[in-house]
């Protein structure tokens, strides 16, 4: 099976711009979720998508949004950015495994979309 | 906010020692997963831990989940260049308010010295 992959995989903005970043899970799975990763942090949770539904949020501003469409593929939106946002931007698919946790329901992370804001 | 807390944050060692780095949830968990993260890399799944006092071991690595379901500890022996990274544990919290969320430790990052 192909990965997760993630578009594009570098990109380079100016504050106030707006940006949009896509992620196509592994056939099949059909939760998606997002998290920001900068310099010496750990992985701070965005949101998770699953059968087009957010249904989880973490602690992140509204200029922070996304969606999932019915193929499972995500987006994710960052709209007036600041220097702040400059980060990695990883996406990680899982096969539903939440009606039962004690299923295995491995996070399978993309490369990444390293994002700067200048 | 539920968390869970990973420390130490680094941990030096000379090749050959051993590495250990612990996980404490404010809350029960339903399962705790661990991941490693090579430099430039993205996180890979290694292990996932269900039962309450579950040991696990790959090869070198040994996983614990603890009694009450709220701490883990990820330990190597005979450190190796190959285990150079960060190891995340995340907990996937119980259904309620936190909706199976799945909380992330802030990581511990292995380096060997030379």
């Known amino acids: 099976k192909a990965g997760v992959t993630q578009t594009p995989r570098y990109l380079i903005k100016t504050r106030g711009q707006q940006v949009t970043l896509s992620c196509s899970p592994i056939?099949?799975?059909?939760?998606v979720s997002w998290y920001q990763q900068t310099p010496g942090q750990g992985l701070q949770f965005l949101f998770e998508?699953?059968?087009?539904?957010?249904?989880n949020k973490g602690n992140f501003p509204g200029r922070f949004s996304g969606r999932q469409f019915s193929n499972s593929r995500s987006e994710m939106n960052v709209s007036t950015l600041e220097l702040g946002d400059s980060a990695l931007y990883l996406c990680?698919?899982?096969?539903?495994?939440?009606?039962?946790?004690?299923?295995?329901?491995?996070?399978?992370f993309g490369p990444g979309t390293r994002l700067t804001v200048l | 906010g539920q968390q869970v807390m990973q420390i130490p944050q680094y941990q030096h060692v000379q090749e050959g020692e051993d590495f250990t780095t612990y996980c404490n949830s404010s809350t029960t968990l339903s399962n705790i997963q661990w991941y490693k993260q090579r430099p430039g890399g993205h996180p890979v799944f290694l292990i996932q831990l269900v039962k309450s006092g579950e040991v696990k071991k790959q090869k070198r690595l040994t996983f614990q989940f603890g009694e009450a379901k709220k701490n883990s500890s990820l330990h190597i022996t005979a450190t190796q260049t190959t285990d150079v990274g960060t190891y995340f544990c995340a907990g996937r919290t119980i259904k309620g308010d936190s909706n199976y969320q799945l909380i992330w430790g802030a990581g511990t990052k292995l380096i060997i010295k030379p």
């Open positions: 056939s099949g799975h059909r939760s």
């Open positions: 998508y699953f059968s087009e539904t957010q249904r």
């Open positions: 990680a698919s899982s096969y539903p495994g939440r009606a039962n946790p004690s299923r295995t329901d491995t996070q399978y």
